[in-house]
């Protein structure tokens, strides 16, 4: 839940960001329309560019401190449930490992490649 609010902050700071560029895009070029000098263009150009790169650094502190309030919020907060994770893949253990199906009389078992034994344990390995 906190990764999806996490997204939509991260994705509300982009759309201020572009919105800013465009902003300083838009008021880049009514300057140099105005401007009567090579001078005044290029100085035009240039506010237009160090606005640009505010906008870029005001849209990564956003981004960290939206890590930051997670990484908070997941601190502060212990899982209402359990922790969602699976059980570790590997080997199964030693005595399970060692165990032998049992199968009617007269047939033979399915073997897998490598033991030679049917796994026991997780039934989506």
């Not at 994705?11 to 300083?24: C, D, I, N, P, R």
Request: glycine share 6%; proline share 8%; no cysteine.
């Amino acid at each position: 839940m906190q990764a999806a609010r996490e997204k939509v902050k991260d994705t509300v700071s982009t759309a201020k960001e572009k919105m800013k560029e465009h902003k300083a895009t838009a008021e880049e070029k009514a300057e140099k329309a105005a401007a009567w000098t090579k001078e005044e263009k290029e100085i035009a150009h240039e506010r237009a560019k160090a606005e640009k790169a505010q906008a870029k650094m005001e849209l990564h502190q956003e981004k960290a401190r939206h890590k930051e309030e997670t990484a908070a919020h997941r601190a502060t907060h212990a899982p209402l449930f359990g922790s969602h994770h699976q059980p570790p893949v590997g080997p199964a253990p030693a005595s399970a490992a060692t165990t032998v199906p049992t199968h009617p009389a007269g047939t033979a078992g399915p073997t897998y490649p490598g033991s030679g034994v049917r796994p026991t344990g997780n039934k989506y390995l």
